[in-house]
């Protein structure tokens, strides 16, 4: 069973860097997706990045496009959100999440994802973003 555990958030300022990480346990077949979701406070959880697990390509909202970057090590089991030029609408709850199947949406593999799609999820790292 794939269970999902996430670290590395916190503060930081207008204007900043933070890399978030996941660590996956349990056996995730190749063909599928993961994701980064985020949700604010009274707010729905959006997708802001994807990937497919075997051919890495990788989607982004348009909200962070040219500034977050999604990766994986498969090796170490780990999967990324290296966040640039950080906003304070960027705060959020960040959870990462698993989908034991993959798609072919918005031009890309994973794209678009949506939280029904997701079946397994981490239990969240805050970031926020204030000066």
């Known amino acids: 069973q794939v269970q999902l555990v996430e670290s590395g958030g916190g503060s930081v300022q207008p204007g900043g860097s933070l890399k978030i990480s996941c660590t996956v346990s349990?056996?995730?077949?190749?063909?599928?997706?993961m994701a980064w979701f985020r949700q604010g406070p009274e707010k729905e959880r959006e997708g802001v990045a994807s990937?497919?697990?075997?051919?890495?390509?990788?989607f982004y909202a348009d909200s962070v496009k040219g500034r977050f970057t999604v990766s994986q090590d498969n090796a170490k089991k780990t999967l990324y959100l290296q966040m640039n030029s950080l906003k304070p609408e960027d705060s959020a709850m960040y959870f990462c999440?698993?989908?034991?199947?993959?798609?072919?949406?918005?031009?890309?593999?994973?794209?678009?994802?949506?939280?029904?799609?997701?079946?397994?999820w981490g239990q969240g790292t805050q970031v926020t973003v204030s000066s």
């Open positions: 349990g056996s995730p077949a190749s063909g599928t997706c």
């Open positions: 990937t497919h697990r075997a051919f890495a390509t990788t």
């Open positions: 999440a698993y989908a034991p199947r993959s798609w072919y949406r918005g031009g890309a593999f994973c794209g678009q994802p949506s939280p029904a799609e997701f079946e397994v």
